[in-house]
């Protein structure tokens, strides 16, 4: 099954959770209920996705379903751009992650940043916000915007953390394997085209 069937059931999931979030009608539930096996199907089968670990991350959310959020920093330094290899597949992404509950993005891209890299930084701008169903990513199961967001060391050592193994600055014609559920090379090309522009507006898909 073409993977362009993975956005049609994660929207079907979606519908099926806000009926089964505001619904009291038990047929209805019902038909909720069974719109998200289908969801379910539907996504294992056009990405190869475990039914089971579709099944568990389709009912572990209640109320109404919002995309998760990304922050990814991007930090600059003579013309290069800060990267960190994840320990999780060995390859190179920008730092960040999961957006925290109590942090806002700016802070967060602060937060991740000192954490993964050992830079204190400065948050400045807010570059870009991608639905991440909308570039050239591996299929994933969750909906997801990422938010770019630039900043500027004002402290701080390189030095890895938990999650990385390596840290390094790239310039835009040598960059290391990436990690493309995280970034993809369009995306750092999009990044570099802001470091020569620094006024250009920020983009939003």
């Given at each position: 099954m073409p993977t362009g069937y993975l956005q049609i059931a994660k929207r079907l999931q979606a519908i099926a959770q806000a009926g089964l979030t505001y619904c009291d009608n038990k047929?209805?539930?019902?038909?909720?209920?069974e719109l998200r096996d289908i969801a379910v199907d539907m996504a294992?089968?056009?990405?190869?996705?475990?039914p089971g670990f579709v099944r568990k991350v389709f009912t572990s959310e209640e109320g109404y379903p919002t995309p998760k959020v990304d922050v990814r920093s991007v930090v600059f330094r003579e013309g290069?751009?800060?990267?960190?290899?994840?320990?999780?597949?060995?390859?190179?992404?920008?730092?960040?992650?999961?957006a925290d509950v109590g942090y806002s993005p700016f802070e967060v891209a602060a937060k991740e940043t000192w954490e993964e890299s050992g830079f204190r930084v400065e948050?400045?701008?807010l570059l870009a916000v991608h639905d991440k169903d909308k570039h050239d990513h591996p299929a994933d199961i969750y909906a997801v915007y990422k938010m770019f967001i630039l900043c500027r060391?004002?402290?701080?050592?390189?030095?890895?953390?938990?999650e990385t193994s390596e840290i390094g600055f790239f310039d835009r014609d040598h960059l290391p394997v990436l990690s493309t559920p995280r970034v993809t090379e369009p995306q750092i090309r999009m990044l570099f085209d802001f470091y020569d522009h620094p006024d250009k507006p920020a983009l939003c898909d």
């Open positions: 047929y209805d539930i019902e038909r909720y209920e294992s089968q056009a990405a190869g996705f475990d290069r751009i800060l990267m960190v290899k994840e320990t999780i597949d060995g390859l190179w992404s920008l730092p960040g992650g999961w948050p400045v701008r060391i004002v402290g701080g050592e390189g030095n890895t953390g938990i």
